[in-house]
């Protein structure tokens, strides 16, 4: 019988240099060894981190889920869901015991619009139509700027 598990390893080994990693766990009688392990890349992460997600929405609603401490200190657990087992994930709690954002699925704010002076050298210019749309392209080496 095959069974397979997955771990978010978000903060790895130093919450400071968060991983986040995909890892899945595997045991399969009829290979061999039995039991191995694979860091996921590309697509398969992805679907195993949509799978990750939906049992960690799930296990954190309902309180389905057993908290094991990795470093009491900094309020580092990983937390697996129940009663399946089949996913875990990394969690540090605040003082109030709620979960700091989760800093691999944190995305930095989009720049504030505005005006800014940039001076550029090699400066390339280039337009592209389609039907009523005009797109205006400008490339060159930064030399100086402000935003």
Same mark, same amino acid.
């Given at each position: %019988?095959?069974?397979?598990?997955? +771990?978010? @390893?978000?903060?790895? +080994? &130093?919450?400071? /240099?968060? =991983?986040?990693? $995909?890892?899945?766990? !595997?045991? *399969?009688?009829?290979?061999?060894?039995?039991?191995?392990?694979?860091?996921?890349?590309?697509?398969?992460?992805?679907? $195993?981190?949509?799978?990750?997600?939906? &049992?960690?929405?799930? =296990?954190?609603?309902?309180?389905? !889920?057993?908290? @094991?401490?990795? /470093? +009491?200190? @900094?309020?580092?657990?990983?937390? $697996?869901? @129940?009663?399946?087992?089949?996913?875990?994930?990394? $969690?540090?709690? *605040?003082? &109030?015991?709620?979960?700091?954002?989760?800093?691999?699925?944190?995305?930095?704010?989009?720049?504030?619009?505005? /005006? !800014? *002076? %940039?001076?550029l050298r090699q400066v390339g210019v280039s337009f592209r139509q389609s039907g009523d749309r005009v797109t205006l392209?400008?490339?060159?080496?930064?030399?100086?700027?402000? +935003?």
């Amino acid at each position: %019988m095959r069974t397979e598990a997955y +771990a978010w @390893l978000v903060y790895g +080994a &130093d919450p400071a /240099n968060p =991983a986040c990693e $995909v890892v899945a766990y !595997f045991t *399969d009688d009829t290979h061999t060894p039995p039991q191995w392990q694979e860091t996921l890349e590309g697509q398969r992460k992805q679907d $195993v981190l949509e799978i990750i997600k939906a &049992d960690r929405q799930q =296990a954190e609603s309902t309180g389905q !889920f057993s908290q @094991l401490t990795i /470093n +009491a200190g @900094l309020r580092w657990y990983r937390r $697996v869901i @129940l009663p399946s087992l089949r996913s875990s994930w990394e $969690v540090i709690l *605040d003082e &109030d015991g709620d979960p700091v954002p989760n800093p691999c699925e944190t995305q930095a704010p989009p720049p504030a619009p505005g /005006n !800014f *002076d %940039m001076v550029l050298r090699q400066v390339g210019v280039s337009f592209r139509q389609s039907g009523d749309r005009v797109t205006l392209t400008i490339t060159g080496d930064r030399v100086t700027g402000s +935003a």
